[in-house]
């Protein structure tokens, strides 16, 4: 990552000469308005509807015990349904009518990309969105900030595991043809030319597509032994389930961690589906850690508060994004500005226990938690099968 201390440091300066609470945007003397741009009823709404809900549930406990420096937190949300042009109109909202002090776990690499020209002139924070493509923090710029590792470090590094454990190959693609869909096709192909491995074949699909058997048979003709996949949750299940039924059980795939979720894995159980599916993605999943104690409390609380027995990887998304906005409230004081936020967030560093991660941020590296965690899907579980700090 480029460096941009000069301009933290002068947030920092700006910070110490702010001005009080109701001159801060986004702010008044009793609330902070934080906004999120919104999947609620696309492909990716099993990441978007339980992160809102965990975020919602997290701030309603801090708000109980008092808000933050005395200010109670308003998360507004809108839907853009996997859409670009109505993520910025969700975005106009809510900076424009809504007024949002700082946004959190925005959904959707286009999306975001579409709505930095909307924060990029107020420096409205964006804070852990719904994405881990690496143009959410480059080029650098003090008010983006990451939650996990990128796309790209994940699926790579699962693929630089497979060809040196399994033996891959020959690579293949089946993805989106979006800035999400490229992110893990640059992967792909970064491993095939530094490793000589050879790209069998690549196939795109649409948001709606729901058959690919054609796709498949493309691929399987090619002599492909392992698929990177940038696909919606609900074409990820389908797609690997129909190549099971065509026989390409010894076919592996590779999820980036926008398929590293609790649906998938239980979803391809139910297809009969128990091995061959990889992720590389920025966090644990969270059935395997159970037993340790802060999980277990937080996995109570959800099940009092919604009636589910276990929080999906979307719910643990949105409450690990939830402590980071909160404890970078909490350290930038009562005299609340966007500058001040910003130094308060280059200056976490904390064990986030409920999320398996280590949180450390400073001028000039603004991921949250950059461990890149390889996991497998074994008998309906993701398997954690190596961690890289």
């Known amino acids: 990552m480029k460096p941009f201390g000069l301009l933290a440091m002068a947030a920092t300066a700006l910070a110490l000469a702010g001005p009080g609470h109701a001159q801060s945007p986004g702010t008044s003397e009793t609330e902070i308005r934080i906004g999120g741009s919104h999947d609620l009823s696309g492909i990716f709404a099993p990441f978007s509807v339980p992160a809102v809900k965990a975020a919602q549930l997290y701030f309603d406990e801090v708000n109980a015990e008092g808000g933050v420096n005395g200010r109670t937190l308003k998360y507004i949300v809108e839907d853009h349904g996997y859409q670009v042009p109505r993520a910025v109109q969700a975005a106009n909202k809510l900076i424009n009518r809504d007024d949002v002090f700082a946004m959190l776990l925005n959904l959707g690499t286009p999306h975001n990309l579409a709505m930095f020209r909307l924060m990029e002139p107020q420096g409205i924070p964006n804070v852990s969105p719904l994405t881990a493509a690496r143009q959410m923090i480059d080029p650098p710029a003090p008010w983006k900030f990451a939650g996990t590792a990128s796309y790209y470090a994940g699926v790579k590094a699962t693929l630089e595991h497979l060809a040196d454990e399994e033996g891959a190959e020959n690579l293949c693609t089946m993805i989106l043809p979006t800035d999400f869909g490229t992110e893990i096709e640059a992967a792909v192909q970064d491993v095939v030319e530094e490793r000589g491995l050879t790209l069998a074949a690549q196939t795109?699909?649409?948001?709606?597509?729901?058959d690919f058997t054609g796709a498949l048979s493309k691929l399987r003709d090619s002599g492909c032994d392992t698929v990177g996949v940038a696909l919606g949750i609900s074409q990820v299940i389908n797609a690997i389930a129909t190549a099971h039924k065509l026989g390409m059980e010894d076919m592996r795939f590779v999820l980036s961690s926008a398929g590293f979720h609790t649906v998938v894995a239980k979803g391809l159980a139910q297809q009969g589906v128990m091995t061959g599916v990889w992720a590389g993605s920025g966090w644990q999943d969270l059935e395997a850690r159970l037993d340790q104690p802060a999980v277990a409390d937080w996995v109570a609380k959800w099940k009092a508060a919604t009636g589910e027995d276990l929080p999906g990887?979307?719910?643990?998304?949105?409450?690990?994004?939830?402590?980071i906005m909160v404890r970078a409230l909490q350290a930038a004081g009562p005299d609340l500005t966007r500058e001040g936020f910003i130094a308060a967030m280059e200056s976490l560093d904390f064990e986030d226990e409920v999320g398996g991660s280590s949180v450390h941020m400073s001028a000039d590296d603004h991921v949250a938690a950059s461990e890149v965690v390889i996991s497998k899907i074994e008998d309906g579980s993701w398997k954690t099968v190596r961690i890289i700090e």
């Open 204 to 210: 795109t699909h649409k948001p709606d597509e729901t």
């Open 313 to 323: 990887t979307g719910a643990l998304l949105g409450r690990m994004a939830a402590e």
